[in-house]
Structures are given as structure tokens and as C-alpha cells.
């Protein structure tokens, strides 16, 4: 089943969504279509509005106010896309960046600003206090989340835990964040939507798990680069720290550096994908989702449970 | 008089700003520490914790209360420094970015994110919404004029409008925001903390309009750069724009471009210092002053508003 077919009883509400986001990166000022390409290439999907309108159908579902919420969550994450660009750019163009480039990458970095600073303001327009609070503790974990990426790169000594609580930033958190916000925003009691921010939570680490898989098992038709990418790139994901319990690949992987050519780890992600690292690490991603499956048994019986549940099987068996 | 002499009485309460400062950036990350010293460096002054202690002596002061927006406010302007030093940096090496440059800049880039993510997370602490709307807000526009300073580099056809509205943008709207944020914390009426608001746009524009002629009329050891820097970097500030006036100064500076050298503008710079625009730009500063002054005249007399006339005075006649 198509995902966008689960909940396609939201899609009046995600149009309205949508709308405002448009407006919001409108404004009157040219240099932010750049950030504008971002919101239209993720077009579609909008994974975190999806989670915010179904954690507000478990209390009282208002779309004029629920709405500023996932408008907020997905400039947040757009946010983040623009600087992370900033990062990925500079690293295509090592050793000769032209004016321009770098022209573009200041003023990519302050547009992720002036994104993020735009998302505060929509969120402010809903008085409610805890919002802001979560919304703002999310903000510096996701922040920090960055920082650890950048820091971890090309170090193979890290273990288990340094990925999971890398990825739980840079992903899981935004997404848990955006089911809690949702019922928040809908009046849900404490203990329902901190059920559905661990919902989220488990179903963002599978999330995050699935993607650096398809990393190494996707075509690179289907993941529009090419395949172990991360890896090339320094990003030590869970199919490799699995793949490191082998002496001979770990010997291989800790070789790999900022010179290494794509031709040259051809054959290590080859390797890679055919270890007992992705099978490791689909277990792992399983784990997480019967995490996710068993807190949706604890919530209240209802539609967007459902729909929950159905996007959790989802997240388990996409392939690209 | 020493401009720390004027607000002596505040040393107890700005000593405890300066503590939760440290707290807020020391955390357990050691590339912070980058942004930490960005913090010590402006050590002293703190003008926006003293704007905003100042705003708050209008009305009900609790410094368990205000210390939260004074840390705030210093942590937005820190977090706007870090991400200029991203640009300023990428221009210092023009050409030849070393690896470890480009990474310093990618961590200053994200270490600004999570400074900015830590002011936010301590002003929820406050539940006041109004608080929150103009921060984001504030936020907002300081972003433009981010985005705007860049744009605006080396475009000779700008008017003063376009100057005017830059610098508010840049330097104006946070210190008028600590002042009116600091009022609203202590719950002082609505026209009184708008009032404060303006004082603090005036004097703001007057700071930054005095800057902007320092940089000309300064010496390279008081500026600790060389005068005419912002020239040079393509900044094209007040002094220039009345400049361009004369047709023989405005043939020589339409030539400024990034390939010009810091030997080749050196007698441009002479000429516009010794031209009529730098007393021009002074009478500019000054009218923004009798009208921070005037509004002043409209506040209730207290302790604080005569601190604010000093203050206003001091920013007309300081040297560097």
C-alpha cells in the first residue's frame, strides 16, 4: 500500500498545510527560493505534519490551530536540511570552491536561519507554553545532533551507542517531537502524548536505520546517489559498525579517508552489503518497530492508531 | 565617565547573568568552546543584559525572572556573531580554504544553531506568549538583515533607505528588543514597554551609525583591524553613501571590488575621512539621539531612565 494512500483522509488538511508552508518561505525575498527548492524536492511526503495532524486526532483536533503546529515542525526540518546543504556542498566542491559556491553557502546558512526563525513564529501564534518548551528542547538536541555528526566522522572507534544516540537527534526526535506536539496542541493528557513522542521515537530510529541501510542495498537510480554514499563520506552508519565485528572488512573500513576515490570502496561496500551486517541491521530496525507496536497498543482505540500502526509496516518494508 | 560606572548598581544581577551565561555554553561539548570564546571576547560590556535589567526596572523586577531574558538576548546576539564569523572567515581565506578552516566553519555554523536552540530553551521558562511573539519576531528580522548585508555587499546603487533598514535589522532591533523584553518580563504597561522599545531603536541606530564611522575615523589599534574595513569587505556604510555624493569620491569607490587590495584603498579611505561625510553621518547619529532623548522625556522619571540618558550619551561620544 502506498503511504500517502494510508491517510488519505488527512490530505484536506495537508493541502491547507501545504498552502502555508508556501507562504511562509514566500515572503519577498529572492534568496529564499533556495530554501523554497528544499520544501518543493521533499514535496509530497511531509512525514512530520503527517504525525502532528494524527497525534492531534487523539484529542481535541482543531486544524486552524494544529496546523501552525506541523507548519513549525516542517520548517524546522527543512531548516536543517539548508544547513546541512551547507555542509554537503562544501564537500563536492573540496579544494576549489568558486565565489559563487561560497556565496551560495552563506547565504544558504542564513536562510536555514531565518527558516528556523520563521518557524518560531508560526509556533507563537499558539499560547501554550509546554509547546514551546518541548519545541525548544527538540531544537538544541537536533542542533547538537549536527554537531556530533560532523565531530564523529571518519571515527571507526565509536561503538553502538554513539550511532543510536546520533541518529535519535538527528532524526527519531524530530519525529517523536511532532506525534507529542500534535496531541499537545489537541489538548491530550500527559500520559497519552508522552506515549505517542515514544511512538515516534521508535518509528524515527527505524526510520533512520532503514534509510543508512538502503544506503548500501539501494540502486543508486533509486537513491539518486551513489550507493555508500555515507560511507564515502565518513558516516559511520549501523551496517558498518556490524560489518566492523569482521576482522577483515574492519581492516578495509578503517582505511577509508576524505581521499578515498568511489571507485576505490566499490568493492568494500560490495562486501558490506553482502556480511550479516544488514541482516543485523534490519533486526535492530525490527526491534524498534515492535517497540513502536506495542506502545500503540497502550494508546486509545481510533483511526489514527491505526494509521499509525499501518505507517510503523510501512517504515519496516520500504525499499527506497 | 566609564560606561560601566553608569549602571554600577546593576553589578550584583549582571554578575549572575554572567554566570548562567558560562552555565548555558560550557555544557559537555568541546566544540562549543569555539562559541565560548566568542562570549568572553565581548566580555564587560553586555550591553543587551543591561538594556534589558534596565527595561525591567520599569515595572516589577525579579531578577529570577529577567535574568532569563537577559541570557536570552545575549545568546541570540552571540549565536548572530558565531554564524558572521562563518562569512568572515571564508573571506579571510579566499582562494585557499585549508580542510581544517572548512570544518572549524561547518562546527560554527551548527554551534550557532545550538546556541540559538539554548536562548530559546531558556526563555520558556517564562509562559509569557507575548514574550515569545516578539522574540521570534525579532529573530525573524534579524535574519533578513543577515541575508540582506550579503546581498547588499559591493552594490553601489544603494540608497540610504536600503542602509537604514539594514542596520536596523543588524544592530537596532535587538537592543530595542532588550529593552521592551525586559519591560514585558516585569509586566510594565503597554505603551510604557513600547516606548522603551523605540528608545532602544534610536540609540541602537545610533550605535551602529557610530560604529560605521569608526571604522573610518578609529586607528587600526583601537579598531583592532584596519580602518576601513567595511569598505574593503564591500560594506558600503553610512560615511560611504554621503560620500558617493561627491562625483570625484564615488568614481573611486564604484571601482572597490574584492580584488581590491588593503594598499590600493588606503587613499580612498583618507579622502572619504577627510570629506564632509563623516560629519554628516555624526548629525545622522545625533538626530537618532534627541529622538531616544525625547522619548525618554515621556517615561516615568526613575533611576533607570536617567541610566538610559547616560547611556544614549555615552553611545554619541565614544571614540572606539
Known amino acids: 500500500m502506498k503511504l500517502s494512500l494510508m491517510y488519505s483522509y488527512l490530505n484536506t488538511d495537508l493541502a491547507i498545510i501545504e498552502k502555508e508552508l508556501e507562504a511562509s518561505i514566500k515572503g519577498n525575498h529572492p534568496v529564499l527560493q533556495q530554501a523554497g527548492l528544499h520544501l518543493l524536492q521533499s514535496g509530497g511526503k511531509r512525514l512530520r505534519p503527517v504525525f502532528v ?12 490551530v494544529i496546523k501552525n503546529v506541523a507548519v513549525t515542525l516542517e520548517l524546522i526540518h527543512t531548516a536543517s536540511l539548508v544547513h546541512d546543504d551547507v555542509i554537503d556542498d562544501a564537500d563536492l566542491r573540496r579544494g576549489k570552491p568558486t565565489i559563487k559556491a561560497k556565496w551560495d553557502n552563506k547565504i544558504a546558512m542564513y536562510a536555514g536561519d531565518y527558516i528556523l526563525g520563521s518557524s518560531l513564529e508560526i509556533i507563537t501564534k499558539l499560547p501554550n507554553p509546554l509547546l514551546h518548551k518541548l519545541l525548544a528542547h527538540t531544537i538544541v538536541e ?12 571518519y571515527r571507526f572507534d565509536q561503538n553502538l551507542r554513539c550511532y543510536l544516540r546520533r541518529i535519535k537527534r538527528k532524526t527519531a526526535l524530530l519525529i517523536a517531537s511532532s506525534c507529542q506536539l500534535g496531541a499537545v496542541a489537541a489538548d491530550v493528557p500527559t500520559e497519552v502524548h508522552k506515549k505517542l513522542f515514544l511512538y515516534g521515537y521508535y518509528v524515527g530510529m527505524a526510520f533512520q536505520i532503514t534509510d543508512d541501510i538502503l544506503d548500501f542495498t539501494g540502486t543508486d537510480e533509486q537513491l539518486g546517489k551513489p550507493a555508500g554514499s555515507d560511507l564515502m563520506q565518513g558516516n559511520i552508519t549501523l551496517p558498518v559498525l556490524y560489518a566492523m565485528k569482521n576482522e577483515s572488512l574492519k581492516q578495509q573500513i578503517v582505511q577509508v579517508s576524505e ?6 570502496i566499490k568493492p568494500l561496500i560490495t562486501a ?9 541491521a ?5 526491534r524498534y518497530l515492535e517497540k513502536a507496536y506495542k506502545i500503540l497498543g497502550e494508546l486509545p482505540a481510533c483511526r489514527a492508531r491505526n494509521t499509525l500502526y499501518n505507517v510503523a509496516k510501512y517504515i519496516g518494508k520500504r525499499k527506497f
Open 272 to 280: 558490506i552489503k553482502q556480511s550479516d551486517a544488514i541482516k543485523q
Open 259 to 264: 581521499r578515498t576515490t568511489a571507485a576505490e
Open 142 to 153: 537536533v542542533c547538537l545532533g549536527e554537531i556530533e555528526q560532523i565531530k564523529d566522522k
Open 282 to 286: 534490519e533486526a535492530l530496525s525490527n
Open 53 to 64: 495532524l494524527l497525534g492531534g486526532k487523539f484529542g481535541d483536533y482543531d486544524i486552524n
